[in-house]
């Protein structure tokens, strides 16, 4: 089956510390995009990437970094610089294909902890 | 950005229609309203998109007037299971290749009572 794999499910990290979460998906999408939710908030949009070796902020994207090296992947870290970084961090990706493209295919997310 | 403003929470019991109103009066041409269903500790997933009149699928209806500046998701028929928040996106899918210009609101969650 088609689709995106994020992991862990829960992360738990000390104050101070990197974290780098990972997604993963194979339904061959060239756009990607990271978001974050707290409780009882929508999401915000924090990087995006359209293509290969390209990526670009959104709208709160201080405190974290992207890559994209391989079209599948597009992991993100969670730096020591994000003042509040306790959330639920949601990938998700589409395709650009035809007019408007696919809808946006996400991942179940992971839940990340810092004390 | 079109910014969208739906109910904040709704309660309906099952087997009635459930219909959930979106406003979105900035709305500009070349956007499309996407619908999306989320349940705890889940991602968003896909219900229906359209960019104007009515579109139907297996799960839902979307009801989008003329003018455009609301739009209506209809789920028929509802159970337990669809007890969840619903998201109504606006935005410029078309010519920006993708989602980066969609913004997500804070949803309307849905309470389906026995």
């Known amino acids: 089956d088609g689709g995106i794999t994020q992991s862990p499910k829960y992360l738990f990290r000390k104050e101070g510390q990197n974290v780098t979460l990972s997604c993963e998906q194979n339904l061959n999408h060239d756009a990607m995009y990271w978001y974050r939710q707290d409780p009882g908030q929508g999401l915000r949009l924090i990087y995006y990437s359209q293509i290969v070796n390209d990526f670009q902020k959104g709208d709160i994207a201080e405190g974290y970094s992207v890559s994209r090296e391989k079209k599948e992947s597009f992991p993100l870290t969670v730096t020591s610089a994000q003042k509040n970084p306790t959330a639920f961090y949601l990938c998700a990706s589409s395709s650009t294909d035809g007019p408007v493209g696919s809808p946006l295919h996400f991942g179940n997310g992971t839940r990340l902890t810092v004390t | 950005l079109a910014k969208t403003t739906q109910p904040i929470s709704m309660d309906s019991y099952e087997g009635q229609e459930v219909n959930i109103t979106c406003s979105h009066n900035?709305?500009?041409?070349?956007?499309?309203i996407t619908w999306y269903q989320q349940f705890p500790s889940q991602g968003p997933r896909f219900i229906i998109q359209?960019?104007?009149t009515k579109v139907t699928n297996e799960v839902a209806s979307l009801f989008i007037p003329a003018d455009r500046k609301s739009s209506t998701l209809s789920l028929p028929r509802v159970s337990l299971s669809d007890t969840a928040v619903y998201y109504c996106l606006v935005g410029d899918i078309l010519n920006s290749g993708g989602y980066q210009k969609v913004t997500f609101g804070t949803g309307t969650k849905l309470q389906v009572i026995p």
């Open positions: 359209g960019y104007k």
């Open positions: 900035n709305i500009a041409t070349n956007d499309y």
